[in-house]
Structure formats: C-alpha cells, structure tokens
DNA sequence: GCCGTTTTCGGCCCGACTGTTTTCAGTCG
C-alpha cells in the first residue's frame, strides 16, 4: 500500500469520525496525520515502524494503524464506519460545499440519507431552515449535486429535452439538405434518457466529419447502423444514418421499443408497410391502423386501441385548468400564498388548490391547527378580491406511520379537500407499505393519493406497493391518484394509467409546486400521463373551477355523514 | 489521538475564504 492510499484511508477515516460525532480532536489528529504522511519523501512500506514513530504527528494508534494498512491491506477502524454509514452519506463527501458538519446536520435533522433526496430538500427549500445553513449554502449544495449527477450516464427527461431538441436544429443546419429528427426514448418522451438518439439521412462519412468539427463530441463507437457520440461531461447521442428514401422507415423503427415493433409485426407484415414509406403517417394508413403518437410506441396497449379504432384523445398541457397540490411561505414554500394565487391566475388558471405540509413535518415548517385557522381566514379575503378565481382549502397530510392522517376528522373536515402523502419512515416492507397506504385511502377524508410510491428518479426507489391493489383502493374508496408531475418523481407511474383508468379511477396532475416556478413542472406531467394514455376527462386537474366544485361536493357527501 | 512541560493530563486547533452571523463555524486547497 503507498503512501497515498494510507492518507485517503485516514482522511475518509477523520471525516467519517466528525460525521458520526466523534471527538473532534481525535479525528483532526488522523486528518493531520493523512496530511503528513502525504507529503512524506518516504514510502511507509519502507520504513522501519520505530523511524514512523518518530515522525511528528504520528503516535502510537496511528502507527498501529499503519502497520496494519501494510500488513493486512485493510483499516479495520475505518471499516467500521464505513459500515454504519449509508451509502448516500458517504457519496455526500463528494459535493463541493458540503462537509463532515454540514452532512452530520442534513442526516441527523433532515433525515436525508441520499443525494437525491438532498437535491429535492434544496427544490423544497427546507435546507435554509437548518441552523448555519442559508440561501447560498442551498444553492451551491444544489448546483454541486446537479452537476455530480450531470456526470453520470443516465438523465431525467427535463434535463435533457431542451438541449436534444437545439441540438436536432443544429444537426438540420448543418447537414442540410439531410433529414434529421429525433428518435428513440426523447421522442417517446421516457420520463428516463440513456442517449439522445437521432436519425439522419447522411452517409456515415459525412455525419462524421461534420460532427467532428464540434469540438464537444468525441465519436466513441460505430457500428453498421449507427454512431455514438459523446457529449463531454454530457449525454450520449447515437445517430442513426440512413438513405433519404429509408427516412421514414427508420424513424418508425428507432422511435418504437422493442415490444411495440414485436407486436406491429405480428402477423410478418412489417416489412412489407415500412419499405418505400414516404412518411410515418402513411405506414399506419397502410396498416389501417389510426396514427399513434411516438409518446405511446411503447409496449402493445396503443397497437391493440388502434386496431379496435379507439385510440383516446390524449391530454395536453393546455387541458390544464388548475394547481393542485402547492406549498406557500406558510410551510416549505418560497413565494406568499398571495403570490402563488395572482400568479396563477394571471397564467389564465381557474384555481390553485394550497396544500401546505401538515404538523408532523417539522422539517418543512408544517401547519399546527392555529396557523391552519389563520391561513384559513387569509384564503377566504383572498378569495373576495381573486373571484372568480379561487382558492381551495388543502393540506397535504402526512400519512402517519400507523396509516391514519395528521389530524383529527374535526380539523380534516375544514378543508376542501386533502391530499394525504407519506414522507417520512419510507423504509418500509410491501406489507408494511400497503397496511399504511390502504389504511389512508379509506380515510374518508383523503381526496387524493400524493405521490404513491416517494421514488425520486434516478436517485431513491420508492417503498415497495402492490399497484394493483392499491388501484384498486381508491376505485374503491372513490380516491383520486396524484401524477406528480416533478420531473424527479413522476409518481405513480405512467405504466400503471391503464390500469387506473379501467378502474374508472381519476388521475391528477399535480405540480407539487414549492413556488411559482414550480407550476411549469405540469408540463412534464403531462407528457407522462400522454404515455399512459390519460385524457382531460379523467384528470382531475382539467376540471373547471365549478366542475371541481361539484366533485368534491359530491365526494363528500357520499363519504362522509 | 498527539504532544509535551511549569512533564502523564489538559490543551490542541494550517490559514484563507465563504457564508451566516454580528463574532464565528465550516469547508477547502
């Protein structure tokens, strides 16, 4: 082992000490140790243990730890705080900004063990509330999180879409008269993006020595098909070069998935209708099939309602009539309750449904009864002068650890209407999961289901849940399910709109806006829901002010009393 | 944990910089 090895080793070891709180002292000693012997002229390896004895700042225990570094390959100290420390802890130590304290403070009073969840603290606003930790602090871990994350290989959709589309105007100048598009998983829209992937109608050679001149692309792979290219410190991008005549063809090929090309070629037919296509259009008239969307080429679902020509209207971001589920100053949020409201009425909504964080989530400044008495009285003065625009009394209720809400039914029963959502102990079993979901559904005072399972993509799977049954909860119990429509969640899952709509169960695309920027996030929403095949009827955000009106009217007497 | 003397127990603490404070705590090179 050299010299530098053993320094990382006591470094990591010092900072894990001042994480778990050891004496500070004894951990600065093995810092200052790590700093000494990274500048030692000498390899450890070859000196004899009574000369590193004699080094200053090197005593007995560090010496101990030395030898047995050389001996054995291994720290054992160091090892058993690795151990006790959650992965996402250690990967902290890599984020600029962010130290043994300042880490020690996020795990122990935010209870945020990953990074992913760190990153969603700072989009909630809730790290300015930890003691030594303000705006800059926020925004700086935030950016040093964000760019860590840039440099791994897989991407949010929202962090994507908007330089694979500059980039396919860019691709159509430069290699013009070719024809470039989008394909693959961007043009599907998948909420997850390996690579960007384009088709261009240009030989190999020539989408080469344009490309190269970009000095930001490096080509990595070539195949028959295709190239790859690599963005520094970005995305993948694999184009897919083609003849002008196949233009069509292999854009309906590389913008399908596997399982949606399986099931078009079903019968063998396939390539008879993709062969001297002049357009997409014109292979699903041939196929007498109606045209479905890139968004939903996924799997067999969109084949199957084209056959039977009952394809759905699928909703979009205009079809978006309201904000529901939104948090002011008054819990985690940034901007006044009178700001989100003017804001979202000057966007030509009908409605902002507040739903601040409820008592148990001290982290996020949540409401105690009083405060939810008085901003009660500030919604009903708002409400006089924002007319016919409205506020609607919410709160999203923590989903307790026993399953029932955070507060009483007299307190509940002030509310328009709640969202009840799980936020903390999400280490949980399926059982454990679904006791606790299923027990919150049948509360007749859950209106809607905030984000089912608390993934954060990319960064925090969610508790395990049984969909189906859980769908099946809230037919049941006339629950409606949120789609939150942060780009990080997206939460539940498109994959599982079928099912849900079957079930006649409403769906709702909801923000989960922290300020007024947050609102815009109804968008990524949307694209999701398109995936699943969701339409303005059956999402509950479409509803006009007065049609929500009704519904939760209704609801509520058929629930409750 | 290390050090060292007024010597075996009590104090130790890179300095510049940032950010959050209103005199200091934490991070970083």
Known sequence: MDNYTIADNFSLLSKLMDIHGEDSFKAKSFASASFTIEK????????????????????????KAIQEMLQTGHLSLLENFIIKT?????????????????????????????????????????????????????????QSIEFYFSNRDRFLYAEIATMAQELEKRLQQMLAPALVSLTGQVRRTEIIIDEVELVVSAAPAIIEQQLSA???????????????????????????????????????????????LEHFDADGQAAALLNGATSEAAIFEKAGLDMIEPCMRNGGLALDLAK???????????????????????????????????AAKAQGLEYLVISDHSRSAFYANGLSIERIQAQHQQIEELNKTLAPFRIFKSVEADILYDGSLDYSDEILATFDLVIASVHSI????????????????????????????????????????????????????????????????????????????????????????????????????????????????????????????????????????
Request: hydrophobic share 35%; aromatic share 6%; charged share 25%.
């Open 40 to 63: 030692l002229p000498a390899q450890l390896k070859e000196t004899a243990p009574e000369d590193i004895a004699r080094i200053k700042g090197i005593g007995s225990s560090t010496n």
């Open 308 to 342: 039977r020509k009952q394809l759905p209207t699928l909703i979009s971001p205009e079809d978006i009539k309201g904000i529901i589920h939104s948090h002011s100053q008054w819990s985690d949020g940034v901007n006044t309750l009178e700001e989100m409201a003017t």
């Open 426 to 561: 999400l280490k949980m079993t399926e059982e454990k999961a679904m006791a606790r979901l299923l027990k919150a559904i049948e509360n007749p005072y859950t209106t809607i289901l905030g984000h089912m399972t608390g993934r954060l993509l990319l960064s925090r799977n969610g508790y395990p849940v049984d969909h189906q049954k859980i769908i099946d909860a809230c037919a049941a119990n006339n629950v409606v399910i949120e789609l939150n429509a942060h780009p990080r969640r997206l939460d539940m899952d498109w994959q599982w709109l079928p099912y849900a709509l079957e079930k006649n169960v409403l769906i709702s695309i909801d923000p989960d806006a922290h300020s007024i920027e947050g609102y815009k996030d109804v968008y990524y929403g949307t694209l999701a829901a398109r995936k699943g095949g969701l339409t303005k009827e059956k999402n509950l955000s479409s509803f006009s002010r007065t049609a929500l009106e009704t519904f939760l009217q209704q609801r509520r007497a058929a629930r409750i009393n």
């Open 86 to 142: 959650p992965p996402g802890i250690l990967e902290m130590l890599k984020i600029k900004g962010l130290g043994p304290k300042k880490i020690a403070t996020i795990w122990k009073e935010l209870e945020v063990e990953t990074l992913g969840e760190l990153l969603y603290a700072c989009d909630e606003n809730r790290l300015t509330l930890l003691k030594g930790f303000g705006q800059k602090t926020q925004d700086n871990v935030k």
């Open 214 to 260: 970009i000095p930001d692309f490096t080509l990595v792979e070539t195949t028959d098909h295709s190239q790859l290219w690599q963005h520094q410190q970005h995305v993948k991008m694999r184009i897919y070069s083609c003849l002008p005549e196949d233009f069509a063809k292999t854009l309906f090929i590389t913008t399908a998935d596997a399982a949606f």
